[in-house]
């Protein structure tokens, strides 16, 4: 039996954030959810949504009152401000903490000091030792890459235009879970308290890369041509660092740097055949799921 039967979720506007509050609903948990600003009509009415300053410890307790587990699913641009709510759900007595982590590469211990990464370093540090003190105890969900991102967007491959830029031989591994998925697992992390508790977690449907996606979308359409081209990783990666190191924390830099280790396939451990799917109950692809899933994106 699950220990935890009410939940707040923050970050429930995002990408992610839908998908999760959607998979908490089903799962028929009371759910509550922290908002910057509660816009109209974004949620339905049975919600219990509730206005919050995400840098007032004082105003989080106050709407964490009475909340087993706090979610979140807050945005890459304000990691680090998870301490203030980690502060926020100790005080309120919370028994559960999900920080929003959710990447591919993101616990491997040789991004702990690159830009991006440091901070969810910092974040799952700060719940260990709060863990530590018996303060709370916590959940990091590893997923993957989005598999809506890796195929909607021209990440791996440009299904628009017929593109793709390999990145170093197109051969890089890369673990992925779609989003629903990552919110199943998050329901799974609730409901099977014991198992997961204090402990980093792995989920992923499917491990990618560019030649299998590849290979798959010419057989499936042997009359479209692809334009291929490469790209070193470790070129991406440092000219994203040389970016930052000048200043520049645009989106471009910062995609350079997320590419350059998410796209490295070992050399930061995006893919890992050892998963926790058994335990958060998501299920791996097959090949035919692969296959409609590419078909659905061929034009
Ligand atoms: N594995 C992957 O492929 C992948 C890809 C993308 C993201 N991620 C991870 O998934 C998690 C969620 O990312 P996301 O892309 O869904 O996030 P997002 O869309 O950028 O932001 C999520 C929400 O954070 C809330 N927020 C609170 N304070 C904010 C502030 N000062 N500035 C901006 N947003 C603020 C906003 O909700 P309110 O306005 O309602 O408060 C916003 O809708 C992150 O941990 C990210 O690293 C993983």
């Not at 009509?41 to 049975?46: H, K, L, P, T, V």
């Not at 211990?109 to 991006?116: E, M």
């Not at 967007?153 to 491959?157: E, F, I, R």
């Not at 930061?268 to 998963?275: K, L, P, R, V």
């Given at each position: 039996m699950s220990e935890i039967k009410s939940v707040a979720i923050t970050g429930a506007s995002g990408n992610l954030g839908p998908h999760v509050l959607k998979a908490l609903i089903d799962a028929n948990f009371q759910v509550t959810v922290l908002t910057r600003s509660r816009k109209p009509?974004?949620?339905?009415?049975?919600i219990r949504v509730v206005e919050v300053d995400f840098t007032s410890v004082e105003s989080l307790t106050a709407a964490l009152n009475g909340i087993d587990g706090p979610v979140s699913t807050l945005g890459p641009a304000v990691t680090e401000s998870q301490t203030v709510l980690i502060d926020a759900a100790i005080a309120a007595g919370v028994k559960r903490f999900i920080p929003s982590d959710y990447g591919?590469?993101?616990?491997?211990?040789?991004?702990?000091?690159?830009?991006?990464?440091a901070q969810m370093f910092t974040v799952r540090q700060y719940l260990q030792d709060k863990a530590k003190a018996g303060n709370l105890a916590w959940t990091v969900l590893v997923?993957?890459?989005?598999l809506e991102f890796l195929l909607d967007?021209?990440?791996?491959?440009d299904f628009e235009n017929h593109k793709a830029t390999l990145y170093?031989?197109?051969?890089n591994r890369i673990s992925s879970t779609s989003l629903s998925n990552v919110g199943n697992a998050i329901v799974a992390i609730l409901k099977n308290f014991e198992a997961t508790k204090n402990k980093i977690v792995h989920t992923s449907q499917v491990i990618l890369t560019q030649n299998k996606l590849l290979r798959i979308a010419e057989r499936l359409r042997p009359d479209i041509k692809w334009e291929t081209s490469k790209v070193q990783t470790s070129a991406i990666l440092k000219e994203g660092l040389d970016g930052v190191t000048a200043g520049d924390f645009s989106m471009p830099v910062i995609f350079k740097i997320l590419k350059g280790t998410a796209f490295a396939g070992d050399v930061?451990?995006?893919?890992?055949?050892?998963?926790d799917n058994d335990l958060l109950g998501v299920k791996e692809l097959t090949e035919k799921d692969l296959e409609s899933l590419v078909a659905g994106k061929l034009t």
């Open positions: 009509g974004a949620y339905d009415a049975s591919s590469c993101s616990t491997n211990p040789k991004l702990k000091d690159h830009p991006i990464y997923c993957g890459a989005f967007m021209p990440m791996m491959l170093d031989e197109g051969d930061y451990g995006s893919a890992y055949d050892e998963t």
